[in-house]
């Protein structure tokens, strides 16, 4: 008994492996330093705690096999050598090489059965012989795979958060492959369709919520190293000098990517959404009154779509055509309607420059209507799709017309062959009648 309690007491030593609970609070201070390489770092926390456990079962399973802990029947068919112990099995524990069986050899044993024992795998080379021991390969069995389920199920779920947005963008090219097997969508569009959407910058997260949640002067100091190349670059920050207003207007950007040779919209296309571009080059195309084409390159810093928003024309004047690969912010029509608010030069600067980039761009002058026009797009569009419905129903009805007068045209045409087919039906009954009254001779 005394030589169990001291073989008990040495297992206590295992509690000093609990001093890796340290590592962990020295992790969790320095997490914001090591911030790039957390997950690889929350794998290998993760591995240590499985072969902790493991360690621990090996250990036991260890301690258990020895005589002390067997039965007086056991210890007898020991002696008799009808049981054999997996500790004194040589041939088992015996080294390719040859070399002696030691301490390494057994530990290796008992790590090797920890492992199988906690993976179901179970390969039954080595195995619970004394009671004792199935005992506690029953504790190790309930406790290995429920640490071993749920170790595998976290790293899993680390691995998988590793690249949020990845994962957001296969989710979308999943979604957008169903949309087209759905539609039976011809094989010419499936390419342009993917590539336009594969090229897309999927997040997990929406930027504005996050950035809102900032404090003010974080936040600016985010965008200002997000956007800096942009913000240097464009003009409406050198006309809008307000310390304010590249924070706001960059808080409020979308982001679009469109593939070389896409269109970003197309001339007479409804919109109101304002379009900076952020990387690349775009061509602004438009046809000349003399019919000639010129094109415009707008690149990092440049703006275009500026009418719409204005209110001025809720139709696309010109066609887009990304010459490169191209990463556009976007403002929606709303989003500019609050900065024209809240930065009243804004809407000074855009109107002011509106006329005379209009004109170098579509080689015209626009018209600038007296009040700005209000509204969706969809707003806009609904008077001419009812002019629109009310002349398709106005040629619906001259069409009704024009088919009964052709029918009333017909009867009377059929009324017409009808009292024709009367007379000639009369004509061959006189006939008949005459020739019936004529001498024989005469008919012949």
């Known amino acids: 008994q005394m030589v169990k309690l001291f073989k008990i007491l040495r297992l206590f030593r295992l509690v000093k492996l609990l001093r890796m609970v340290k590592f962990a609070r020295i992790l969790d201070r320095y997490q914001d330093d090591l911030f790039h390489i957390m997950p690889i770092i929350m794998i290998m926390r993760l591995l240590l705690l499985l072969l902790y456990v493991a360690h621990t079962m090996g250990c036991f399973f260890n301690y258990f096999s020895g005589e002390e802990w067997m039965t007086d029947a056991e210890r007898t068919s020991v002696m008799n050598g009808v049981l054999t112990s997996w500790v004194d099995d040589e041939e088992l524990l015996a080294s390719p090489s ?7 050899a057994r530990y290796i044993a008992c790590m090797y059965w920890a492992f199988t024992t906690m993976t179901t795998v179970g390969y039954g080379d080595i195995s619970a012989r004394t009671d004792m021991e199935r005992v506690w390969a029953i504790i190790s069995m309930i406790i290995g795979g429920l640490m071993f389920s749920g170790i595998i199920a976290t790293m899993q779920e680390t691995v998988a958060n590793m690249n949020l947005s990845k994962a957001a963008h296969r989710h979308k090219m999943n979604c957008v492959a169903a949309f087209m097997r ?13 590539r336009f959407f594969r090229q897309q910058q999927v997040r997990a997260y929406t930027d504005r919520d996050l950035l809102c949640e900032l404090p003010y002067h974080l936040r600016r100091d985010v965008l200002f190293e997000s956007f800096e190349d942009f913000i240097k670059a464009s003009p409406l920050f050198k006309l809008v000098r307000d310390a304010h207003f590249p924070v706001e207007v960059t808080t409020r950007f979308g982001v679009v990517g469109i593939p070389k040779g896409e269109m970003v919209f197309e001339k007479g296309e409804y919109g109101q959404t304002l379009f900076c571009v952020g990387s690349g080059r775009v061509e602004i195309v438009s046809c000349r009154e003399e019919g000639s084409q010129h094109k415009h390159v707008l690149s ?7 009418g719409a928003a204005l209110g001025y024309s809720l139709m696309r004047t010109a066609n887009v055509v990304a010459s490169e690969g191209v990463t556009l912010y976007t403002l929606e029509y709303e989003d500019v309607a609050e900065m024209f608010s809240l930065f009243p030069k804004f809407r000074k600067v855009m109107q002011k420059a509106y006329p005379k980039r209009e004109e170098m761009f ?5 018209t600038i209507p007296d009040e700005p026009l209000t509204g969706t797009p969809e707003q806009h569009a609904q008077p001419h799709r009812q002019d629109a419905l009310d002349a398709l129903r106005q040629q619906v009805v001259s069409l009704q017309r024009a088919e009964a007068s052709r029918e009333a045209q017909l009867e009377a045409l059929r009324q017409q062959v009808h009292n024709i087919q009367s007379s000639l039906d009369s004509l061959a009954g006189g006939m008949s009648t005459l020739l019936s009254r004529l001498p024989s001779s005469a008919v012949s």
Not at 98 to 104: I, K, L, R, S
């Open 98 to 104: 040859g070399a002696p069986v030691g301490v390494g």
């Open 182 to 194: 759905d539609r039976g969508l011809a094989k010419r569009f499936r390419k342009p369709v993917l």
């Open 300 to 306: 990092t810093g440049g703006y275009f779509g500026e």
């Open 362 to 366: 579509t080689g015209s002058w626009p």
